[in-house]
């Protein structure tokens, strides 16, 4: 099955900072990499997902990267707010979604 | 309204007294999947079916079954539960290559 490794684990910035998280995955046949945001005490939601025909794509202050030949993708995040703050998975894989171990990002006011 | 949804919320039991959590989803998903989060180790898949009576093993399947008996419907099961599935689980839907729906999530404590 896919295997994905994430890094940072644990992330601070402070507010207007961009944050980077990074993540790679094992199995090449993988076509869709979404990023969740998961606020304390409540379930992931997606927050920003790509597909293995595009390089990047954009949602306001929150844009992804892939490198399929590499085998990685990133979350870039611009002008951190308080409210950026949680943990952040990644994930890859066809049918048998596989998640990153987490990073918890702290925007600093 | 789509939604997957999971009971109980909470539950405290003791060890060896068998358990069901049960999952259900409306948006009528193929693939579902059930994941346990603890500190530091963010969610891993311990089941997951790719369709009515079609399941496989995750990362951390021992002791934890399920079944697909019905499209909507993905029952986690701990048969004797210990300490060390304590823990917070998720239940999940989705079709291929589209995004992961999740539950409201079962925080598990075993006594």
């Known amino acids: 099955g896919e295997n994905v490794e994430q890094h940072p684990s644990t992330l601070s910035v402070q507010e207007g900072d961009s944050a980077v998280i990074k993540c790679t995955y094992s199995?090449?046949?993988?076509?869709?990499f979404p990023w969740y945001k998961q606020e304390l005490g409540k379930r992931p939601q997606l927050i920003i997902d790509i597909r293995s025909n595009v390089g990047e794509k954009k949602d306001q202050r929150i844009a992804v990267t892939l490198n399929k030949t590499a085998k990685h993708f990133s979350l870039h995040i611009t002008e951190t707010q308080p409210e950026d703050s949680a943990v952040y998975f990644c994930a890859a894989g066809e049918y048998d979604m596989r998640f990153g171990a987490g990073t918890r990002l702290t925007v600093k006011p | 309204e789509a939604q997957v949804t999971q009971n109980p919320r909470y539950l405290i039991t003791v060890t060896g007294k068998k358990l069901t959590v049960t999952c259900s989803q409306n948006m009528n998903h193929e693939y579902m999947s059930w994941y346990r989060q603890d500190p530091g180790l963010g969610l891993r898949q311990i089941y997951y079916?790719?369709?009515?009576?079609?399941?496989d093993k995750g990362d951390v399947p021992e002791g934890y079954k399920v079944s697909r008996k019905e499209k909507r419907n993905f029952p986690l099961i701990l048969e004797s539960p210990s300490p060390n599935q304590t823990s917070l689980y998720f239940c999940?839907?989705?079709?291929?290559?589209?995004?992961?729906?999740f539950g409201q999530g079962t925080r598990l404590t075993v006594v």
């Open positions: 199995d090449s046949a993988s076509n869709y």
């Open positions: 079916s790719m369709n009515v009576e079609v399941t």
């Open positions: 999940a839907s989705r079709t291929q290559n589209t995004e992961a729906f």
